[in-house]
């Protein structure tokens, strides 16, 4: 099943911690010195939010797939929405291994579709801007 994905950027991180905790009444699944997420199960989505962003507000959208059948599903659509597509591959990014793509809307909206393969101990890699 999929997961719809948001990503804010954030002034101030703790303040924004404290703030989604007791609106969503859970503590955030990853927390690190520049981000949070939460891995929300009602509503499905994960949420994160980064001091690392210049703009403050909506960074991005995206759609979290579980499996590379639903991935593969995904890019299909992508690639028909006759969107600007972006195919990023195999990256690192928030603290996470991914394969993805990116795709702009007709309003400069980034949505990202991406398969989580593992966790990562750094933010981003280095030649990777990461939700840029």
Not at 49 to 67: D, N, P, R, W
Not at 71 to 85: A, D, P
Not at 98 to 125: H, I, M
Request: proline share 3%.
């Amino acid at each position: 099943m999929k997961r719809l994905h948001i990503s804010l950027g954030v002034k101030d991180l703790k303040q924004s911690i404290r703030f989604y905790t007791e609106l969503f009444g859970e503590t955030p699944t990853v927390t690190k010195p520049e981000y949070a997420k939460w891995m929300l199960e009602d509503p499905r989505v994960n949420f994160s939010i980064s001091s690392e962003y210049e703009t403050k507000g909506v960074g991005h959208l995206g759609i979290q797939a579980e499996t590379e059948d639903e991935l593969r599903e995904i890019y299909n659509r992508i690639r028909n929405s006759q969107g600007e597509v972006f195919e990023e591959g195999h990256t690192t990014c928030c603290y996470a291994k991914s394969e993805k793509s990116w795709v702009t809307d007709p309003n400069g909206v980034s949505w990202e579709a991406f398969l989580t393969t593992g966790a990562s101990q750094t933010y981003r890699n280095e030649e990777t801007a990461c939700c840029a």
